[in-house]
Nanobody
Framework: QVQLEESGGGSVQAGGSLRLSCVAR???????MGWFRQAPGKEREFVAA??????YYADSVKGRFTISRGIIRSTVYLQMNSLKPEDTAVYYC???????????????WGQGTQVTVSS
């Protein structure tokens, strides 16, 4: 069973940066991966995704966040710069979409990591 392990969340002031990491364990196969987030009282929303040859971003994070793969292709990073209080949420890593990258239909999900941005 593939397991996704996220790390790198934390608390930061507005304008600061954080880098989230997601490692897919027990697999060597490269699939598309994505990051989603869910703030209290809100639905889960798409943040970013990466395929073998392209990256995709939500309009709300475009220009501030960067998704990338590590040297080990089963590792994905989300570099978050110029953070805003509205970026506060639990961030989830997901792997192997069943359809659209933007929808929440992925085979595997991580446990989530909290990101808190204070003003």
């Amino acid at each position: 069973q593939v397991q996704l392990e996220e790390s790198g969340g934390g608390s930061v002031q507005a304008g600061g940066s954080l880098r989230l990491s997601c490692v897919a364990r027990r697999t060597s196969i490269t699939y598309a991966m994505g990051w989603f987030r869910q703030a209290p009282g809100k639905e889960r929303e798409f943040v970013a995704a990466i395929t073998s040859n392209a990256t995709y971003y939500a309009d709300s994070v475009k220009g501030r966040f960067t998704i990338s793969r590590g040297i080990i292709r089963s590792t994905v990073y989300l570099q978050m710069n110029s953070l805003k209080p509205e970026d506060t949420a639990v961030y989830y890593c997901a792997r192997r979409p069943t359809g659209s990258l933007y929808e929440g239909d992925y085979y595997y999900w991580g446990q989530g990591t909290q990101v808190t941005v204070s003003s």
